[in-house]
């Protein structure tokens, strides 16, 4: 056969296989023509054009491949590579340990590594030859120790420091280079090529040694090895600071770093707060979603689906949970109502003019998933009167939020305002579902709102989230039935968020009743709970109306970067959130996967010493979580 033929390829993670149909309708309904277990393979672009690449199994077959464009090879050529770095580490962590001989070993390190030392003589030549616009290599080479060492591949983790020294020097040099010109730029053909192959063959290199060493040592699977100080790839140089944080959670939780009281003396006002901006083109990603679509089934929970990077709010869900706290001057002025009903009509209000804030647009985007262990910490100030009195202290709200569950997901959290003697306790659990063309994301869980001078609870849940129209404009809505109770008092409301049918009908409807404890209606709620909502009191014959895009958000304080500590939000997610402002959705995805894997490495090693995860701040009571220290304890 000559020429290219088209096939309809299909990469499975889960089992490691490459496999390839004639055509894509085949898939459901024939074998696979041909397939390859990934690993051991090696995946390598070709330096014929910017769409080639082969696939060479580790049983000696090779797939010839072309992409539609450079774009799709580095996507495939990243996702293959992916795969088959995780099923080889699987199979080396899973082999028996090599068979080592002293005095084998001390020959090969003796015979070989002189010669892979030494530069050859050749090189400097060809450098010397060149028009100064080349790419030069500066020379800094470090002489291989000869002290004796315990690890047998010591020397070889030397010379292959080297190397990856003089990669990274190449890389530098190479994107010094002008963006344009006559004779050689960094947009070249061939510059570029050299970078991708040069990246490609020192990954192989690395992979090969922690391969090794895992054998050599006999280290158990899930177990995180730093072999060498200086092994500092360009990734993982860019990803240090996020490492440094996610090792801490590996580690025994006696070994973990003592969690540090926070200061909110120290919060400053966060001026710019978060804004929702538009996915932009979204037929640019549309080839990813419907990758992502294909392997959904109608039903199915998305807790463990890692879902693009590029429909990400560049906050943690923890941080959209204070979000919600727009308007503290109208949660501060519960407790001061004379009566029960007042109250509760004004925590109806509250929770009403809440949710607008937190869900800014309309366009459908999810906050990152914290990571077991993260916490976030907020405050606002509310200004007090007295009367005549302007010059009274501001009233302080406080805010505490840490993932405490990774499967499932839960978030709780905690509000506190001791002058008002008020407080709020929550553990969420977010469940997602797929939907066909949208997602559901449904908020189990309640949350309490406890006023502990009238000693009142109201309890109460949060409304589901959907995200519509994946495929084209995805835009959010809420949808649900939630009920405020309060047991004490006897008074009741229930709120529906209507969701938009599919002929007609306006979005973000929503309609409430309150009851007093005789079951008669007090209030009734009407409106827009992102725009203008009337309440009329049946019981007083009066009304009024809000329109929460006119009422003023009070902005919340969170410390500095510097002062904050490394599990929590904005420090953690940081490298993800720069790269996302700077729309580098590679890099965001990098950093991300990164925290992802560095997640479960920290399951897995838990689960094996069978050392159960202690929340810093709250304790499991039944099925919720709470806050260990709250104004009644």
Known sequence: MKGWQFRWFVLV????????????????????RGSVHLAGAVISPSDEDSQTFNVNAANTEIYRLRASDAKERVHWVNRLRAVAEYHSNNI?????????????????????????????SSYGDLYDNQPSTTVTVRSHHKTVTTVPSPDPLHNVKEVLSQVTDHEEELVDKMEELPSSGHFLNSLDKEILLLKATSKATVLCLEQCMNMLQQQASGVHAGRG???????????????????????????????????????????????????????????????????????????????????????????????MFADCMAHPDIFAKIPDCT?????????????????????????????????????FHCSWDIPQTLGDDTQSDNIRLTYCAEQVSHHPPISAFYFECPKKNMYVNASIWTKSKFMGMSIGVVMVGKVTLSLVEHNEDYVFSLPSAYARSILTYPWVELGDRVTITCQQTGYAAAIVFHTKPFYGGKLHRVSAEVKNPEGTVICKVNGDWNGTMEFTNTSAGTSKVIDVSKLEIKRKKVRPMSKLGDFESRKLWQHVTNALKLGDIETATEHKRFLEERQREGEKYRKETNTPFAAKYFNKEGDVWVYKKTLKK
């Not at 962590?93 to 050859?120: C, D, G, M, W």
Request: charge should be negative.
């Open 13 to 32: 993670p889960e089992t490691g296989m490459l496999e390839y149909y004639e055509k894509e309708e085949h898939k459901k309904v024939q074998r696979p």
């Open 92 to 120: 080396a962590q899973n082999a028996p340990p090599i068979y080592r001989h002293e005095s084998r070993t001390h020959s090969f390190a003796q015979e070989t590594l002189p010669s892979v030392n030494k530069r050859p």
């Open 225 to 319: 090895l730093d072999w060498s100080p200086n092994m500092k790839s360009r990734s993982s140089t860019r990803s240090s600071s996020v490492s440094s944080i996610i090792k801490e959670n590996l580690l025994p939780l006696e070994q973990q770093s003592i969690t540090v009281p926070v200061n909110h003396d120290d919060d400053v006002s966060d001026e710019h707060g978060y804004t929702d901006t538009d996915l932009g083109g979204v037929e640019e990603h549309k080839s990813v979603i419907l990758h992502l679509l294909s392997q959904l089934k109608l039903g199915m929970d998305l807790t463990r689906v890692v879902l693009p990077t590029f429909i990400l709010e560049k906050r943690s869900l923890l941080e």
């Open 339 to 375: 009566d029960p009903e007042s109250r509760m009509l004004q925590v109806v209000e509250w929770y009403l003019t809440s949710f607008h804030a937190a869900r800014q647009g309309s366009v459908a985007k999810k906050p990152y998933n914290p990571i077991i262990g993260e916490t």
